[in-house]
């Protein structure tokens, strides 16, 4: 068995020897015999004997040979891969009008791997195909490329014709001509190139208006598709989904999302995505779905990462995660998503998974409001006329605009914060009146307009005072838990003001809107249990209070936590800690506490409580 195994394998070496003699005999003899050899030698896959035949022949300048070298070292096809060589050796084919090197190498250049070296992943396009994977990365030549595609168009090449329209739609701006490019992808689909009938199809979307003009679109996808472009395979899928030049049938446009989404075509994993999220055509599966959008994000669909941003904010069977959401909207807005710039800018705002940062949040902001969109335009106003920013008169004029803009187009939040500034003079001349009607305007709907609409009427600016109809203003926004709107209805039930006066219910409002965070609310508490206003006082509970309001910066609750502690209302004296609380008072301008911090002594007499300040300034606290 040994002795015949070795007998077998000589057999077969002498075999490959002899025909290697035979194949230098041929190349010694012609040329032409070479070239004529290595095609069939080629063709049995023996493509290194083939390559060296190849050689022989465009050593001898055959146009054919050194086009078939030049596919040789792109596709590395007996010899490593080296663009190159591929490029020197098509270069010389083509200068001898071999039309095929022609296109080849225009799509080379159009590919930027033209005079680049040995660079990845052309080799694997080796035909006009891959001008149409929609994932052209490298820096292309487009002079060289115009000039070899339109070379082979004009003899007649459809791959030739259909690179030069290619090139005549996506390559410099200087260089486009889409009228051209529709005529030469025309020629290139009639001829029967698949790359033709998509570039034709793509020219004739753009401008067709009638439904027979969109089922012609949907022909030449469908012929290109079945070419196996996977661009077209996509886009007929969204054509089928939207029901454009085709009846619409979710199913058979999931169907051809999920074949371009596995060839890895991210347009069609994020659309694919998308159909297996909210089951359109397909059933819900939303673990593969998010998969899927994750592999087109990750890839670089901007659409596709913001979709999974949404996800992580939404949150779902999960709480939300904002410091993922983030991620995934910083990879969208870098991708140009004006939607995901704003969310970032949102979650800057807010802080949420983010360190808060508004001038961060404005230049998101902004990048989503100069892309033209509009609810972006009115947060990135709000911000700029709350002084977030350099104050640019420029800006605060744009965001006066843009509220303006969106406040005439029904935008009813727009409308409040245009009335603030026009009631506060902020980025715009000061006009109460005209305030008060856009805040009306938005008081309907809006609770916070409800309760600044109210503070108008209260206090009479830009229309007559009305303490009555305030007040009932007021009331609706504190019903839907405003804190301003708490605090301030309750300053008015202590009051009698707008209605009648009641202490008790008053307190419970304060309570509400200090429990929320309201400062002036946590001081009024401090000041209604201090005695004097109908509810049972409780000193300690003032204090209690005083410090609280003391403590986030109300000058008046420092006055007052100190006169506490100076005298011992609500206990102990505590002088020193009474010195600190009046000085901070008085640093922020209250010329009482200046006295009252003159007046502590080691020793201070506990006195009575002096009557505080009238509670009808809690509104403005």
Request: net charge negative.
């Given at each position: 068995m040994r002795c015949t195994g070795k007998v077998t394998t000589s057999r077969k070496n002498a075999r490959t020897t002899r025909l290697s003699f035979l194949d230098r005999i041929i190349s010694l003899l012609s040329a032409s015999a070479a070239l004529r050899r290595a095609i069939h030698l080629s063709k049995q896959s023996r493509v290194t004997q083939a390559f060296m035949l190849f050689a022989r022949a465009a050593g001898a300048g055959i146009a054919e040979a050194e086009y078939r070298v030049g596919r040789c070292y792109l596709e590395g096809s007996g010899v490593p891969v080296s663009l190159t060589e591929s490029v020197r050796w098509l270069a010389r084919a083509a200068a001898q009008d071999h039309v095929e090197a022609q296109w080849l190498l225009a799509a080379l250049h159009v590919h930027g791997s033209g005079t680049s070296g040995n660079r990845q992943a052309v080799a694997g396009n080796s035909s006009v195909a891959g001008l149409f994977s929609g994932e052209m990365a490298l820096e292309p030549d487009f002079v060289a490329a115009e000039k070899w595609a339109r070379r082979a168009a004009e003899h007649g090449s459809a791959d030739g014709q259909a690179v030069l329209a290619y090139i005549l739609t996506s390559g410099p701006e200087s260089m486009r001509n889409l009228e051209e490019a529709r005529r030469w992808s025309q020629r290139a689909a009639e001829a029967g190139c698949p790359q033709g009938a998509l570039g034709y199809a793509q020219s004739l979307a753009r401008s067709v208006t009638d439904d027979e003009g969109r089922r012609k679109v949907v022909e030449n996808l469908r012929r290109a598709a079945q070419a196996g472009l996977v661009p077209a395979i996509y886009l007929l899928g969204v054509m089928t989904e939207r029901g454009v030049g085709a009846e619409r049938d979710l199913a058979v446009a999931a169907e051809l999302y999920r074949q371009a989404a596995v060839k890895g075509y991210r347009s069609g994993q994020a659309s694919w995505g998308r159909a297996l999220m909210c089951g359109l055509g397909v059933k819900p599966n939303l673990a593969e779905g998010e998969s899927w959008l994750r592999r087109a994000g990750l890839a670089g669909d901007p659409d596709a990462a913001a979709l999974v941003g949404d996800l992580y904010v939404r949150g779902g069977s999960l709480p939300p995660n904002y410091a993922e959401a983030a991620i995934w909207f910083r990879r969208a807005a870098e991708a140009g998503h004006h939607t995901a710039a704003r969310a970032l800018g949102l979650l800057y705002l807010t802080g949420a998974g983010v360190a808060r940062d508004p001038r961060e949040a404005a230049n998101w902001l902004r990048i989503s409001a100069d892309a033209g969109d509009l609810q972006a335009r009115v947060d990135l106003a709000n911000l700029l006329l709350r002084g977030v920013g350099d104050g640019d008169p420029e800006d605060l004029a744009k965001a006066r605009h843009w509220l303006e803009q969106a406040a005439a187009a029904g935008d009813l939040v727009a409308a409040l914060n245009y009335g603030l500034c026009l009631a506060a003079g902020v980025g715009v001349e000061r006009d109460e009146r005209q305030a008060t009607q856009y805040l009306r305007r938005a008081a309907d709907e809006v609770?916070?307009?409800?309760?600044?609409?109210?503070?108008?009427?209260?206090?009479?600016?830009?229309?007559?005072?009305?303490?009555?109809?305030?007040?009932?203003?007021?009331?609706?926004?504190?019903?839907?838990?405003?804190?301003?709107?708490?605090?301030?209805?309750?300053?008015?039930?202590?009051?009698?003001?707008?209605?009648?006066?009641?202490?008790?219910?008053?307190?419970?409002?304060?309570?509400?809107?200090?429990?929320?965070?309201?400062?002036?609310?946590?001081?009024?508490?401090?000041?209604?249990?201090?005695?004097?206003?109908?509810?049972?006082t409780d000193r300690t509970v003032a204090q209690h209070w005083f410090r609280a309001a003391a403590e986030r910066g109300h000058a008046e609750a420092q006055k007052m936590l100190g006169r506490y502690l100076a005298r011992g209302l609500a206990g102990e004296r505590d002088p020193e800690a009474a010195r600190l609380w009046l000085g901070r008072a008085a640093a922020q301008g209250l010329a009482d506490a200046e006295l009252d911090l003159a007046s502590i002594r080691p020793m201070l007499p506990t006195q009575p409580c002096e009557r505080a300040r009238h509670v009808t300034d809690l509104a403005d606290l």
């Open positions: 609770a916070s307009a409800q309760y600044w609409y109210g503070r108008m009427l209260v206090d009479g600016r830009g229309v007559e005072a009305n303490a009555e109809a305030g007040r009932a203003w007021i009331s609706r926004a504190a019903a839907v838990g405003i804190a301003d709107a708490e605090a301030a209805l309750a300053e008015m039930m202590v009051n009698g003001r707008g209605g009648p006066r009641d202490p008790l219910a008053a307190t419970a409002l304060f309570e509400k809107a200090a429990g929320k965070g309201h400062v002036g609310a946590m001081f009024a508490l401090g000041l209604l249990s201090g005695g004097g206003y109908d509810v049972p």
